[in-house]
């Protein structure tokens, strides 16, 4: 048994564990924890499959964002049960039978796949030039697969407005409050005065490096978002009421320019979402920065919940 070997199964036997004990967890915080955890781990299997943009978006939006978010719905949760009750036992087994009959699924399907395995990656190689791009993932999400992209924007937009709609009626188009989280401390505003600036390059490179290598607007828009939240969590910035236009701009303006490049392709390429030869690099590049702005404020607002108190004038 080589080093390689060794080091993937300890990896995949830790995973394993550690999804046991996220599933065992009396506490809704200490299994929240651990899914964090188990969401990094996860981070590195699919670095060890060489899938790097599949593992930066586990590591920023399935460890990192959703974590948060399963957080904050904790404690605002805990806030409204007086004497929580723990979990049965049955419910775990059973949850526990769930996720094994499930995984079990899964491995059947890939340890069964014919060999070869059947796959459109060498045509999407061999056509990948026509996009100028560099990075197949990419040349997959903006030109085969343009309107699952879209969507995926739109969906983000439809769970921030159902976070909204969560609010006070008097409170709505108000401040979300981010209560739910620990008050800043001296520590937590020394690293949010100095991680930003570096974070924002980050999350611009991810960006821009997404064309030719691992990376994308939703990578760079997590960085973007956790650099946001950072300031706004040791209290160094306050949160955007959601009424603002700027901010009701920011979360549509990627979504808007994409669907407008997507018309534009009947104009110029007969088909919607279809880009002119020589101008899909630039129509791509274009729509992926703005569709970076906007999911880094919409996993911000996201993250931030419900406005809480109304806006002062």
Do not use: H
């Not at 300031?231 to 009701?248: G, K, M």
Request: with cysteine; hydrophobic share 60%; glycine share 10%.
């Amino acid at each position: 048994m080589n080093v390689a070997l060794a080091f993937d199964l300890g990896l995949a036997a830790l995973l394993v564990a550690i999804a046991g004990w996220t599933i065992a967890a009396r506490a809704n915080i200490g299994a929240i924890v651990l899914f964090m955890v188990d969401g990094l781990l996860l981070a590195i299997v699919w670095v060890r499959l060489s899938a790097v943009d599949v593992a930066l978006t586990e590591a920023a939006i399935g460890g990192g964002v959703t974590s948060m978010l399963l957080l904050g719905a904790a404690t605002r949760l805990k806030d409204t049960e007086s004497n929580p009750e723990p979990a049965k036992l049955t419910l775990l087994l059973t949850a526990g039978a769930l996720c094994a009959l499930v995984s079990a699924g899964l491995a059947a399907v890939v340890f069964f796949l014919p060999d070869p395995a059947p796959t459109l990656a060498p045509v999407a190689m061999a056509n990948l030039a026509e996009t100028g791009l560099g990075n197949p993932v990419a040349g997959v999400l903006f030109a085969y697969r343009a309107l699952d992209t879209l969507l995926e924007k739109v969906v983000l937009l439809l769970a921030l407005v159902g976070v909204w709609s969560l609010a006070r009626d008097e409170a709505w188009g108000g401040v979300p409050g981010l209560r739910v989280y620990a008050r800043p401390n001296t520590i937590l505003v020394f690293l949010a005065q100095l991680l930003p600036p570096i974070g924002i390059m980050v999350g611009i490179y991810m960006f821009w490096a997404g064309a030719s290598q691992p990376g994308g607007a939703f990578q760079g828009g997590t960085v973007l978002a956790a650099m946001w939240l950072l300031v706004l969590l040791a209290r160094l910035q306050q949160v955007p009421a959601i009424s603002l236009p700027w901010v009701r701009l920011l979360l549509v303006i990627g979504p808007v320019l994409f669907v407008a490049i997507g018309f534009l392709g009947f104009l110029v390429a007969d088909a919607f979402l279809a880009y002119p030869p020589g101008y899909a690099k630039p129509l791509i590049v274009i729509a992926e920065a703005t569709l970076t702005l906007s999911i880094g404020v919409t996993l911000g607002l996201l993250v931030a919940g419900p406005p809480e108190t109304r806006l002062q004038q």
